[in-house]
């Protein structure tokens, strides 16, 4: 299955709350494609879905290894670390 097609999956599964098969499609793209950071986006949005906050961290940051202008990783970073409590360092952020 080509990737962009994984990759819609991924975020329709996300949208409609499957969380299991939005990062199982996720973890398919990377096997592919290892450097996309919208798969990194998704996985962590459902890290952060399930309150798994250090782990959308940790793919958030490699996300914006790979693209540091994304205003969205960065939205999405700050959110994450204002929901493990670390408010100054979202806003800094």
Same mark, same amino acid.
């Given at each position: 299955?080509?990737?962009? =097609?994984?990759?819609? =999956? ?22 592919? =494609? ?60």
């Amino acid at each position: 299955m080509p990737v962009a =097609q994984l990759f819609e =999956q991924a975020r329709h599964c996300l949208f409609d709350g499957r969380i299991e098969e939005a990062e199982a499609h996720c973890r398919r793209v990377l096997k592919l =494609q290892p450097r996309n950071s919208d798969a990194l986006l998704v996985l962590a949005l459902c890290r952060h879905d399930r309150g798994d906050f250090t782990g959308a961290l940790k793919h958030l940051a490699g996300a914006l290894r790979l693209e540091p202008r994304s205003a969205a990783l960065h939205v999405a970073y700050a959110n994450s670390l204002r929901a493990i409590g670390k408010r100054e360092s979202a806003v800094e952020h």
